[in-house]
Structure formats: structure tokens, C-alpha cells
């Protein structure tokens, strides 16, 4: 799945992600075990996601054990 980009600049080389576009992130990080099922799905923008990164749960980190 590519990213979701907004017009290209000048330059079609720098191509900038769209921030608020929806994604869907895993509550339990594939990196941490997680599955690919729709109750380890939820929404998320593009943004948010990137920033939860591999934390756990809804937008909070959680210890992984």
C-alpha cells in the first residue's frame, strides 16, 4: 500500500504524505506479535500512526511482555 500524497510540487521526486488521511494501525504492533484481524485493526491518521509507532493500544504505549 503506498502512501497517500498530495499534488507533487515542482519537483514529482518530493512527494509529501498526506498527514490527516486515514489508515488503519494495528492496537498490537505486528513487531510485538500482533496479528492482521480486524480486532487488532483500528482507524488512524496517517500522522497518528506514525507517531504511536510500535506502542500498544489506542494512541498509549503499553509494556510489552
Known amino acids: 500500500m503506498g502512501l497517500p ?10 512527494r509529501v ?8 494501525d494495528h492496537i498490537k504492533p505486528v513487531a ?3 496479528a492482521h ?9 496517517w500522522i497518528c500512526n506514525i507517531r504511536k509507532g510500535d506502542a500498544w493500544g489506542p494512541g498509549k504505549a503499553e509494556p510489552s511482555s
Do not use: M, Y
Open 17 to 24: 504524505a498526506d498527514l490527516w488521511s486515514s489508515t488503519l
Open 32 to 34: 510485538e506479535g500482533g
Open 5 to 14: 500524497v498530495v499534488p507533487p510540487s515542482d519537483e514529482p521526486r518530493h
Open 37 to 45: 484481524t480486524a480486532e487488532n485493526l483500528q482507524a488512524a491518521h
